[in-house]
């Protein structure tokens, strides 16, 4: 449920985003799921692969000022009240959501991510999962 | 250790009986070879005879860049060519460059002036010195060359440029000394780290040898952190000589001048006034013992100010602070008179940044846009977008206290910013005139 999301910061600049994703497709890591939010002169792209070390090494080679985060990873039912009823959870609990964005993974199987990140996430992790919520686990 | 002991220790009664008889002399010898000068002195009536104290040098005519650049190229020379042996010109960024001439004696003045300041600093015959200067008519790169030459140092003439086999020469060679400009140091240092060196642990210079342009205590620091050495300044302009005007010794407290050769005096680049002992203002240099090209009282547009207190050293000679800035450099935003020196004192003491930037002035509804652009370095403050906001805000409110002005801040990813092995242009002026 908790999984690791690679944070990098990027000049706004036409191209600039396209750059950096072709460096990570060049050594050919697959992204599952990203975001990206902006103020005038900069952003920060958040993304979470399978390979958080690799690109990490592979960015910094470039350059770029990069850092990992641990984020909690949540599957949802990809219906109406799917997202607020894990929001509940949290909320009923007292825990904040830093960010959040996410992802369908499958529509045939009306599943949905969310990627949120919270400060304790082992104890938002260990409600979460008391409640019969599960999300990705990624092994590196 | 001195060079000269004798020169470099004397008293200064002594000292200023020697400025005053080179003095005398030097007025005559601009006035009877020197067009430019023979017109100035006639007009003000002065001679040599007519100096009585040191003090009476406030009476004599200055010199600025504009005279020497309007008599281009050979106008100011004081001997016929068979006797100049060399030449070398400023950079010259802006119109013709400025000309400068040598005779024989001049370069051997010189080349003793820049041996003291490099045993000042550190130096012996034992050292092996790399020289990142750009060689050619900037007078950098030949002035420590020959000055080093001198002491019997073995010198490396790798000139500027090629950064990766400046590091693997020092590595093979096991060079000791770095002659570069601040920034150049930093940029080696950040290049060798980038092909696997570790400046403290892979090489092995132990002393920088720094010049060319302004170094903040905080960059040096930096330098020094970065390389493992010891790094000291040192001063001159191709006008006066080129490097060994003054430079620090071991104690760096001040830039000593070997003023046997070089008087210097402040002036308030305003009213043109002389100032004080202590006072900050423009440095003005009046050449004591030049054959080739003599200057009486030129203003150098450098920032700083003197101290006549014999030195824990045991050196005599004066001192000047590390330049604050030129009154060239000087930018007005919005009234306020700036230098890019305070805003590098103000990144190098916030290590989520990098020390190097660019400064952007833009007019935006008539009023001044004022800009710094900072390489961030910091990734830890890439979890929340308020660590990034705050972080501007920290850095604008030091500016603010130091400038007293608000510069936006815009954070730019790590060496996008371009990086300089001569002289460093870090001002960008869009400003509607």
């Known amino acids: 449920m908790i999984i690791k999301q690679i944070s990098i910061f ?18 050919g890591i697959n992204i599952r799921a990203l975001s990206i939010a902006d103020t005038t002169h900069f952003g920060i792209l958040r993304i979470i692969t399978e390979h958080t070390n690799q690109v990490e090494e592979v960015l910094k080679k470039n350059d770029l000022t990069v850092s990992i985060t641990s984020v909690i990873s949540v599957c949802i039912n990809d219906k109406p009240g799917g997202l607020s009823s894990v929001l509940h959870v949290l909320a009923d609990n007292d825990i904040q959501i830093e960010y959040m964005y996410a992802f369908v993974s499958d529509s045939k199987k009306d599943d949905a991510y969310v990627v949120m990140r919270i400060e304790d996430d082992l104890r938002a992790q260990e409600i979460l999962k008391a409640h019969g919520f599960y999300g990705l686990e990624i092994d590196e | 250790m001195y060079w000269q002991k004798d020169i470099e220790t004397m008293d200064r009664a002594e000292l200023e009986a020697l400025q005053l008889a080179k003095l005398k002399k030097l007025v005559d010898y601009c006035h009877d070879n020197v067009p430019f000068y023979r017109e100035k002195l006639d007009a003000s009536g002065i001679t040599g005879d007519k100096i009585k104290c040191l003090s009476d040098i406030q009476y004599l005519p200055l010199t600025t ?12 020379f004081a001997r016929p ?25 001049d370069l051997e003045m010189w080349s003793n002036c820049v041996s003291r300041l490099v045993v000042a600093a ?16 900037f007078t950098g790169a030949l002035g420590l060359h020959y000055g080093l030459e001198n002491i019997g140092a073995t010198v490396v003439p790798t000139s500027s440029g090629n950064t990766e086999k400046h590091l693997m ?9 770095l002659v570069s400009t601040p920034s150049y140091a930093l940029y080696m240092a950040e290049i060798a780290r980038d092909i696997g060196l570790d400046p403290r642990k892979d090489l092995k210079v132990r002393l920088g040898l720094l010049g060319s342009e302004g170094c903040t205590l905080e960059m040096r620091d930096k330098i020094e952190e970065a390389w493992g050495m010891f790094a000291t300044d040192n001063y001159g302009m191709s006008e006066l000589v080129g490097p060994g005007v003054s430079g620090e010794c071991t104690y760096r407290c001040g830039l000593h001048f070997a003023e046997d050769h070089f008087f210097p005096e402040i ?38 100010r003197l101290n006549y207190e014999k030195c824990a050293c045991g050196r005599t000679h004066a001192r000047m602070d590390k330049t604050v800035g030129r009154s060239d450099d000087m930018i007005k935003i919005k009234g306020v008179n700036v230098f890019p020196t305070q805003i590098e004192s103000v990144l190098v003491s916030i290590p989520e940044v990098g020390p190097h930037y660019q400064i952007v002035l833009k007019t935006v509804r008539h009023t001044t846009d004022f800009e710094v652009n900072i390489e961030l370095l910091d990734a830890s403050l890439l979890t929340k977008y308020s660590e990034l906001e705050g972080l501007q ?9 130091v400038l007293g002005l608000n510069p936006k801040i815009n ?4 060496k996008s910013l371009e990086r300089f092995a001569g002289k460093a242009k870090r001002v960008i002026d869009l400003r509607e005139k």
Not at chain 2, 292 to 302: A, Q, V
């Open chain 1, 10 to 27: 990027v000049e706004n600049r036409p191209g600039r985003l396209a750059e950096i994703t072709d460096i990570i497709a060049q050594n």
């Open chain 2, 65 to 76: 860049k504009e005279d020497i650049r309007n008599n281009y190229p050979f106008g100011m």
């Open chain 2, 81 to 105: 060519m068979k006797d100049i042996v060399r030449i070398h010109a400023s950079s010259g960024t802006t119109g013709k460059p400025t000309v400068v001439g040598y005779t024989q004696n």
């Open chain 2, 122 to 137: 550190g130096a012996s015959a034992d050292d092996i010195v790399q020289i990142a200067f750009g060689y050619g008519l």
């Open chain 2, 169 to 177: 020469l020092m590595k093979d060679f096991g060079t000791t000394v």
């Open chain 2, 267 to 304: 002036i308030d680049s305003n009213t043109l006034e002389s100032k004080g002992e202590g006072e900050l203002g423009e440095l003005v240099i009046t050449t004591l013992s030049k054959e080739g090209f003599p200057l009486i009282r030129y203003r150098t547009k450098d920032i700083t």
């Open chain 2, 393 to 401: 805000k920290k850095i604008a409110h030091k500016m603010q206290t």
């Open chain 2, 411 to 414: 954070l730019v990813e790590p």
